[in-house]
């Protein structure tokens, strides 16, 4: 059982940067695929990045690609997402979740979300 809790989100301006974390508990989370996920007011939930247990493989959406860099520590049972070049559209509450591997089409687990704000 992995339980997650993102935080790291607030408002920024357009073209700021904010790194967002997500903690994991339990002893497993090195073994866990772990993905970054927003939605957006009035949209749905739509995939932003993810990263496979050893770092080794990264994927991101293309609105992200250039501007996003996924990360994790596993010694810190953590996952990071750092956003440059935040734009307007960015805005939306971002969840991280883990899954068994970085090609699963299901997440397993799920944190609570934080809002990212971008002002224009």
């Known amino acids: 059982q992995v339980q997650l809790v993102e935080s790291g989100g607030g408002l920024v301006q357009a073209g700021g940067s904010l790194r967002l974390s997500c903690a994991a508990s339990?002893?497993?989370?090195?073994?866990?695929?772990m993905g970054w996920f927003r939605r957006a007011p009035g949209k749905e939930r739509e995939f932003v990045a993810a990263?496979?247990?050893?770092?080794?493989?990264?994927r991101y959406a293309d609105s992200v690609k250039g501007r996003f860099t996924i990360s994790r520590d596993n010694a810190k049972n953590t996952v990071y997402l750092q956003m440059n070049s935040l734009k307007p559209e960015d805005t939306a509450v971002y969840y991280c979740?883990?899954?068994?591997?970085?090609?699963?089409?299901?997440?397993?687990?799920w944190g609570q979300g934080t809002q990212v704000t971008v002002s224009s």
């Open positions: 339990g002893r497993t989370f090195s073994s866990y695929a």
């Open positions: 990263i496979s247990w050893r770092a080794t493989i990264t």
């Open positions: 979740a883990a899954a068994p591997t970085i090609g699963a089409t299901e997440y397993d687990h």
